[in-house]
């Protein structure tokens, strides 16, 4: 059983456009997050969403726009695509109260032409 | 901003050779993570140590989190060819930042049979 799964894992566009990245988790965590991770691996978090409700905003363009219809799942919007968006996104998320482990999914291979 | 250098960034070994990857900040975690990547996979957690001066064994890989939690190193004795792959660090801030982690820029093992 796939604990966070994302969809779709790859993603090529056209610069301008806009698309949508989901995210389930079946693990019963409260907390959830998007990172993005660049071509040299570097992996920063953008946002992060406990019980539906948006806590951590990083410094992201407001692009970017994230949405949790419930708990178990976190999706992401990204409207007039740029260049500079190509990357891979991660869900993670984390049981909150004590463990700070987060479970990652396999990751949105996004790519803007 | 907390930050965390991870070094070396790449590391290019024989099999048996042993190597030491280091995690360097001048911000206090509450919990520092080492996660490995597989290539188009996401993260998974290795281990998590919260206590300073803490050493956690994992078969051949050896951790260490600092006296004063400002820093972690991951030791692996005896490198094979299934070691291979990106070990990223991670600091927990802890408190209010619900979990809230700063990843270090990873380093890319290869272990050469």
């Known amino acids: 059983d796939t604990a966070v799964s994302q969809t779709p894992k790859y993603l090529v566009t056209q610069m301008g456009n806009d698309k949508s990245i989901k995210c389930e988790q079946n693990?019963?965590?409260?907390?959830m997050y998007w990172y993005k991770q660049d071509s040299k691996k570097f992996l920063k978090i953008m946002f992060s969403?406990?019980?539906?409700?948006?806590?951590i905003n990083e410094t992201v363009p407001n692009r970017f726009s994230p949405k949790s219809p419930d708990k178990a799942h976190l999706n992401l919007h990204i409207n007039s695509l740029e260049l500079g968006d190509s990357a891979v996104y991660f869900c993670?998320?984390?049981?909150?109260?004590?463990?700070?482990?987060?479970?990652f999914g396999p990751g949105t291979r996004l790519l803007v032409l | 901003t907390q930050l965390l250098e991870q070094s070396p960034q790449f590391l290019s070994i024989q099999e048996g050779e042993n190597l030491t990857v280091y995690c360097n900040s001048s911000?206090?975690?509450?919990?520092l993570q080492w996660y490995r990547q597989e290539p188009g996979e996401g993260p998974v957690l290795l281990v998590t140590?919260?206590?300073?001066?803490e050493v956690k064994k994992l078969k051949r890989l050896t951790f260490q989190f600092g006296d004063a939690r400002k820093d972690s190193s991951l030791h692996i004795t005896a490198a094979q060819p299934g070691d291979t792959g990106l070990y990223l660090c991670?600091?927990?801030?802890?408190?209010?930042?619900?979990?809230?982690?700063?990843f270090g820029q990873g380093t890319i093992l290869t272990v050469h049979p």
């Open positions: 693990l019963g965590h409260d907390t």
């Open positions: 140590v919260v206590t300073g001066g």
């Open positions: 969403y406990n019980n539906k409700e948006l806590i």
């Open positions: 993670a998320s984390r049981a909150s109260g004590g463990e700070e482990t987060q479970y």
């Open positions: 991670a600091g927990a801030a802890g408190g209010t930042s619900y979990g809230k982690l700063t």
């Open positions: 911000s206090v975690f509450s919990s």
